[in-house]
């Protein structure tokens, strides 16, 4: 790399830091070596890039500039003018940091005119914002089911799901991706033994693309009195006019637990949870993570208000990123998009990164994705398009995907089986 590139000098080793001599290595360090080099054999090990990102479309990596198709940044808000005015000025006014957890001495008023907005959108009674998605995946799940309780979880439900499932002591039941029958098998047998049910799915699944069946499964909790979550983190700003996936479902289609992220479509940072007021208030009362970490600052909400703004106003922009994800796989005769993000299988995780090697040397970043992000055997590259992607780019990414991955694989081998 070339350093002189970047503003900050680096160690090339990372080793002796600020010319500190270091302890020679322990059992620690010998066990996190170990580990690293038998990832390194898997190609799984994983390094850090420093990605410098000027607009909402390149970034510039190893002092090369590359077109990103791996931003979540879908409305390209990350850099909007109105964004950054509304985080300046928050900065100007209250400062930079939020100074305790929300139940202190961090709640502010910027906070809640964020939950009021979101709730509005989501068209729900109240919203709980917390430091981030993952953060509110972790505390809601514990918080509503414990010990004699159950949850269904969607086999590629992202990791932050699961986080909160394993702080929960619920029993867990993890049901074929997409698939309410499986669903319904599993409620068929074993509803009757709990209390309560939360069913746990992704509205728009991150690796995949995919869409969560959102009606079937809100017809079957109904039926069989569970309680629905969507994580949308994907969905928010970029499906059903900017409402997301919930919406995007139909009006009569009850997702009573909408959560989400605001770093995603929102261009900001932090995570939410839409639902009823007494929830909301439970919520707030006892998710640990809300209640023990330090609340969101103020500019990060300023920025998200701004942005809900722009997604409110403009639902033409809205329609873009799915628009643009639709002509890359008509062009390469994929499955058509459901959702900006489209994932293209490879199988191995030497493939994925040799394939990614290759899109780089024509000038895109396509960040190779490999287990345990995505299951054995499915490395993919995952394609995010924004609403600032142009055409004629979108066509020559296709083109270079072609040549990059010569025989294209559209089917997804069956992850691992689910276990209970
Ligand atoms: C990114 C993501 C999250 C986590 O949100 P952060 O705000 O980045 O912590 C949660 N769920 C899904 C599906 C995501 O893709």
């Not at 396509?366 to 299951?375: E, M, Y």
Request: charged share 20%; with cysteine.
């Amino acid at each position: 790399m070339a350093q002189s590139d970047w503003p900050i000098s680096l160690n090339p080793k990372g080793t002796a830091l600020h010319g500190v001599s270091l302890p020679t290595m322990g059992t620690l360090d010998s066990f996190a070596s170990e580990k690293l080099a038998e990832l390194e054999r898997a190609h799984l090990r994983r390094r850090l890039a420093l990605s410098l990102r000027e607009d909402g479309l390149w970034i510039t990596r190893n002092g090369k500039r590359l077109l990103s198709f791996s931003c979540n940044d879908y409305l390209n808000l990350t850099h909007h003018p109105a964004l950054k005015t509304a985080a300046i000025a928050a900065i100007e006014r209250y400062g930079v940091g939020s100074g305790a957890s929300r139940l202190v001495t961090g709640n502010h008023p910027l906070l809640a005119e964020l939950e009021a907005r979101l709730a509005r959108l989501k068209r729900t009674a109240a919203a709980c914002v917390f430091g981030s998605g993952y953060l509110a995946n972790a505390g809601i799940v514990p918080t509503l089911v414990g010990k004699e309780d159950m949850i269904l979880i969607d086999e590629l439900a992202h990791a932050c799901l699961y986080a909160g499932t394993q702080l929960s002591p619920a029993r867990t039941f993890r049901f074929r991706h997409n698939d309410s029958s499986h669903v319904e098998e599993i409620l068929r047998k074993e509803r009757a033994r709990f209390r309560n049910v939360l069913l746990l799915t992704d509205g728009v699944f991150s690796m995949d693309g995919d869409r969560a069946p959102l009606r079937a499964l809100a017809a079957l909790c109904a039926a069989h009195e569970c309680w629905l979550m969507a994580d949308d983190a994907h969905g928010l700003g970029v499906i059903g006019a900017g409402r997301g996936s919930a919406a995007a479902a139909g009006a009569d289609v009850h997702v009573p637990l909408q959560m989400g992220t605001l770093s995603k479509a929102i261009g900001s940072y932090g995570g939410y949870l839409c639902a009823s007021a007494p929830v909301i208030d439970l919520v707030k009362t006892r998710a640990r993570t809300f209640v023990y970490s330090t609340g969101l600052p103020p500019a990060s909400a300023a920025a998200a208000i701004a942005a809900l703004d722009i997604i409110e106003t403009d639902p033409a922009l809205t329609a873009k990123p799915l628009a643009k994800a639709r002509r890359f796989t008509a062009r390469l005769g994929l499955p058509e998009a459901e959702s900006p993000i489209v994932p293209l299988v490879v199988g191995s995780a030497e493939a994925a990164l040799d394939a990614a090697a290759k899109l780089a040397a024509e000038g895109f970043l396509v960040v190779p994705i490999r287990p345990p992000t995505v299951p054995a055997g499915t490395a993919r590259l995952r394609f995010a398009f924004t609403a600032g992607h142009r055409d004629d780019d979108i066509l020559r990414l296709a083109n270079a995907v072609s040549r990059a991955v010569g025989d294209i694989r559209t089917e997804v081998p069956a992850p691992c089986p689910p276990s209970s």
